[in-house]
């Protein structure tokens, strides 16, 4: 109702009562104490009461002349019209006490303490008002109960300055149905999914074709049943591939699962030798169904190219993962690498000259593969070089014997000498690295066009795009592994000189920890055929070997440790220099000994950044752990970096993130 200014109660209202209240106690109290003190308590009382009347005055006169300003322009049925609005409105001071409100705002939270919602609110429009001086335009959120409102408003500064008072005219626009509407809208819209069965065929080549029938009848029906419940559609497009729509609003119910079709599947019978996994990947980016299914399709590549047997959603611009933690699955069909080799032999051949890049801190197994294309390329009659800048021990015996020989001396580059020698014709090939933020050199690629990558890591969404030709295959050990193939299905007859043999068996070894982790027949057919060379074993091992100080540095690592979860260790190399990473991934592989511990984590300090390397022998997925934390890797041997932060704050960041991996594991 409006304020009738002819009443001295409607004056007496608020905080005043209390306040005057307070003072008339305290003057009885001093009158029956002392008799003397009963005309000055009278009179101090009459001033309050005068004092308090004439600001209450005050206020009101500030009140009506704000209506006035706002309804200066306004007709009388205007002004009725404001006083009963159909929207909430109310006439608040910023320090919380409620001075007006309309007839609906009464309606509206009449029953509901208003005050415990409004004042956070207040408190917030007052600061922007201080920050901007006075000129703002109030737009808040604001949730009550079940109810969502838009707060709309306008500010007035009372008279009284020296206060910082200001009187806010806010109006409460009721948004709860529009926002439902949205939702449903959101809800309704399409997604597009793909499922494809990961390892079909080695599936239909051991066992019977009576029982592959009955199999894939098993893995179809699994499918349409966890499609069609959310009523959806799912259609088979290939002998292992299949193509499902459904709503946007069961997406988060899949999600709220992790995608346990992955495990439903997992669980058919069929040999114990090959487990039957699913690779799932859904999508609602897009503005038609097109580019949904263009995006889906863009993801099953990442999911393929992390192993499989996981789900991929790509939503708001990221990819999130669920799954993944079965070991891959090792494809024996080599119809692909002899394609692939004959094919990057022809894109060699017709380009200018040829440009090998590893990722940064540079390891034996990326140089190695560097060295094996830099092989090919000079046997097809192209000039080939190699862009590094290694430091620190862990390639310095090799590197001493490198730098040495006459043959490599002009052909490894730096970044500056390599943008000298770029044409338009440059082929750059890239080797134990997908990711575009750990290429050693990321400026190359944005300068050359003519792109190939050659790795073995799960893949990333931070991959190289735009490529020719992309030989990633996560079963290889290493990317040594895989140019070894190349170099063995190349039409040309490929002779690799003895450094160059034993620098690709030292990447198939150092990455495989001595062939005891991630090797398959091929790990063993690409180090048999190397072998052939006559490579030295005995001196690819003391190209690695460890000198007394960092063994005992090692050792300190151990007695450091810290246990999670009980099988879990993490431990810190404190000491910054170029062979952290080095000691990092020793330590982590010496944790793996102990018994008990399933999976080990060592962090060091290089320059502006934490290192950090993850090792388990397959219980704990260390990729996904480290993936958190924007590294990458394998099930059982991943790494990350870590920028602005202690070696304190990243200890603490990878505890959350195990603990994290843990409740989603359970």
């Not at 990819?319 to 004959?342: D, H, M, N, P, S």
């Not at 050199?441 to 003519?450: G, N």
Request: proline share 2%.
């Amino acid at each position: 109702m409006p304020y009738r200014n002819d009443k001295i109660l409607d004056k007496l209202t608020g905080k005043n009562i209390v306040y005057i209240l307070v003072i008339a106690f305290l003057c009885i109290t001093l009158s029956v104490y002392n008799l003397r003190w009963v005309i000055p308590s009278i009179v101090i009382f009459a001033m309050t009461i005068t004092y308090t009347l004439w600001i209450s005055d005050k206020k009101r006169e500030e009140i009506e002349n704000h209506i006035k300003d706002v309804t200066s322009d306004m007709s009388s049925a205007s002004k009725v019209n404001l006083v009963n609005t159909p929207i909430p409105l109310v006439l608040i001071e910023t320090g919380g006490n409620i001075i007006w409100r309309s007839r609906k705002f009464v309606e509206e939270f009449q029953n509901i303490d208003i005050a415990t919602y409004l004042n956070p609110i207040i408190k917030e429009i007052k600061i922007d008002i201080e920050k901007n001086n006075e000129n703002i335009e109030i737009v808040k959120q604001f949730n009550i109960e079940k109810r969502v409102y838009k707060i709309r408003g306008s500010v007035v500064r009372t008279k009284r300055r020296k206060e910082k008072e200001y009187i806010l005219s806010l109006y409460f626009i009721d948004e709860t149905k529009y926002n439902e509407l949205f939702d449903n809208y959101n809800n309704c819209q399409v997604c597009i999914g793909l499922a494809m069965i990961d390892n079909y065929d080695e599936i239909v080549q051991i066992i019977l074709p009576e029982r592959k029938i009955e199999l894939l009848a098993k893995i179809e029906k699994e499918l349409i049943d966890w499609v069609t419940k959310t009523g959806g559609l799912i259609v088979k497009t290939e002998r292992d591939a299949f193509v499902y729509i459904f709503e946007q609003k069961y997406l988060s119910e899949f999600e709220k699962e992790k995608f346990n079709i992955l495990d439903r599947v997992k669980k058919l019978e069929i040999d114990s030798r090959v487990p039957i996994t699913l690779s799932l990947a859904i999508s609602n980016e897009g503005t038609n169904n097109y580019e949904k299914y263009k995006s889906a399709l863009s993801a099953m590549e990442i999911v393929l190219g992390r192993g499989g047997d996981q789900a991929v959603v790509r939503k708001n611009g990221k990819y999130k993962f669920y799954g993944g933690k079965t070991l891959e699955v090792e494809k024996r069909a080599k119809v692909k690498a002899r394609t692939i080799a004959q094919s990057i032999s022809s894109i060699i051949t017709s380009s200018d000259n040829v440009i090998i890049m590893g990722h940064k801190n540079i390891d034996i197994d990326a140089i190695g593969s560097a060295l094996g294309l830099y092989r090919l390329s000079k046997t097809l009659g192209k000039e080939c070089y190699i862009v590094s800048e290694p430091t620190g021990k862990s390639l310095g015996k090799f590197l001493e014997i490198l730098r040495n020989d006459e043959e490599y001396k002009e052909n490894i580059l730096t970044e500056e000498e390599a943008f000298d020698i770029i044409t338009d014709n440059t082929l750059l090939i890239v080797v134990d690295t997908h990711k575009i933020s750990y290429v050693e050199f990321p400026s190359l690629l944005e300068k050359i066009d003519k792109k190939i990558v050659i790795d073995h890591h799960r893949k990333a969404p931070d991959c190289i795009e735009n490529v020719l030709i992309s030989f990633h295959e996560v079963y290889a050990s290493s990317a040594a592994e895989l140019v070894t193939e190349i170099i063995q299905y190349a039409k040309e007859g490929i002779k690799l000189t003895i450094l160059e043999a034993e620098s690709l068996y030292g990447g198939i070894m150092v990455d495989t920890k001595n062939f005891t982790f991630k090797t398959g027949v091929r790990t063993f057919e690409a180090a048999a055929y190397l072998r052939k060379y006559g490579v030295d074993i005995i001196k690819v091992k003391k190209w690695f070997q460890a000198d007394l100080e960092s063994y005992n540095t090692i050792a300190d690592i151990v007695r450091n440790v810290e246990i999670i979860d009980d099988t879990i260790a993490i431990s810190t190399y404190n000491e910054e220099n170029d062979d952290s990473n080095l000691i990092c991934a020793k330590a982590a592989d010496e944790l793996l000994t102990i018994s008990d511990i399933t999976a080990s984590f060592v962090m060091a300090k290089m320059s502006d950044k934490v290192c950090i390397s993850g090792r388990s022998i397959g219980n704990i997925n260390v990729q996904l752990i480290l993936e958190k934390l924007g590294g990458g890797g394998h099930i059982t041997l991943a790494g990350a970096q870590l920028e602005g932060v202690t070696l304190e704050e990243a200890k603490q960041e990878l505890i959350e993130k195990i603990n994290e991996y843990l409740s989603e594991t359970e």
